[in-house]
């Protein structure tokens, strides 16, 4: 049996936001899918990516209904291409603006480079940010921000600060994360203010280990303003404790990436399947299946409660709850996209949204 269900968030900030997108108009010639529109995320081809990165991209008149939509692979190649035409000249423009700027406020001639901030936006709810992120966003000359960013933290920047896309999807990177490093160190160089935004917290299976590492190298000051990570805040969400007196002792994060696209998780030790440990899964929706059979393998009862929840904390939260040797198949008929979170473990029949009937807990939701 396995549960799967949208649960609702009713923060003002999200009411906010709902309301002002039914007054957003095309500004580019790009189709998007209208039921995906209420994204929280900034996707690749979203519409208010352009509106808020308009400084790289020229308005242009929509095409009209009768002409077919082009694919998401046509979508796709689009925005590849424009990316790589439109950006790189108005970044060395703005290089240039930025330096100009420098020189003129310096004195004496001898201005050190500017500051770069990891910041950690949290899951997806803006109301979980730090008011020390906050006030670093405001102050930013220039963001770098990922895909998993919500709209309603890119609405926090200043009137004259820029924004730059620069996330990851499966098969696409924006910017390699050799080209991320050499654009963070390139704009402190030219003195600015720069914050590279991660969704949840930056030192999390987000490469901000390597960020830092490569700029403190080059003498650039790196400052890490950590987030709630999706770990932390989902759970939280529903109910879920990560340890519990007497049921689990430990909680270990891993992440179901694969080598070079494969079915397999980069590492799965015997230990992974400990009973007495909650483990949370990162990035792992096309790994899970082997994922599952590994653990299993190792031991792990095939009746562990699990639960996966795409797009965590944000109005398009959708969880399924499931034993482990249902797991797979149960996200896989749900068609669960990512961001999705993973968690496994005996915590998961504390939550309150649990719907199987256990010792530990009551089913206090119904499948529906």
């Avoid at 494969?262 to 400990?274: I, K, M, R, S, W």
């Avoid at 590994?294 to 398009?316: I, N, Q, S, W, Y």
Wanted: proline content about 7%; some cysteine.
């Amino acid at each position: 049996m396995a549960l799967v269900q949208r649960i609702p968030i009713s923060s003002s900030s999200v009411r906010n936001w709902q309301q002002a997108r039914t007054n957003l108009s095309p500004i580019s010639c790009l189709h998007y899918n209208t039921a995906s529109s209420s994204s929280p995320f900034t996707e690749k081809h979203s519409v208010e990516r352009y509106q808020r990165d308009q400084w790289l991209y020229k308005a242009v008149e929509p095409t009209p209904p009768s002409t077919p939509s082009p694919s998401p692979f046509e979508d796709e190649v689009f925005v590849r291409e424009n990316d790589i035409a439109s950006q790189l000249p108005e970044l060395k423009k703005l290089l240039a603006v930025l330096r100009e700027k420098r020189v003129k406020g310096c004195k004496g001639g001898d201005c050190g480079p500017g500051d770069v901030y990891l910041v950690g936006t949290g899951p997806g709810d803006p109301e979980l940010l730090t008011l020390k992120a906050v006030r670093v966003i405001q102050s930013a000359d220039l963001l770098l921000y990922d895909r998993l960013v919500s709209n309603d933290v890119l609405e926090l920047i200043a009137p004259d600060a820029r924004l730059l896309y620069v996330g990851k999807t499966a098969g696409y990177h924006s910017r390699t994360q050799e080209e991320i490093h050499e654009l963070l160190l390139s704009f402190a160089e030219a003195g600015a203010t720069v914050v590279r935004l991660k969704g949840g917290d930056p030192l999390v299976f987000g490469r901000g280990g390597e960020e830092m590492d490569f700029l403190q190298q080059q003498g650039i000051r790196v400052q890490v303003i950590p987030g709630i990570t999706a770990a932390s805040g989902i759970a939280a969400e529903l109910g879920i404790p990560l340890t519990h007196r007497g049921v689990a002792t430990s909680v270990r994060f891993l992440t179901g990436h694969s080598r070079k696209g494969g079915t397999d998780p980069l590492f799965v030790a015997e230990n992974a399947a400990d009973p007495d440990t909650t483990l949370v899964v990162y990035m792992g929706l096309g790994t899970l299946p082997s994922l599952a059979q590994k653990l299993m393998d190792h031991g792990l009862p095939c009746d562990t409660p699990a639960v996966a929840v795409e797009r965590g904390t944000t109005p398009l939260q959708r969880t399924v709850f499931a034993e482990l040797k249902d797991f797979a198949t149960e996200i896989q008929s749900a068609g669960l996209v990512s961001p999705t979170l993973i968690i496994i473990g005996k915590v998961v029949e504390l939550s309150p949204l649990w719907p199987h009937c256990t010792k530990e807990s009551s089913c206090l939701v119904e499948s529906r």
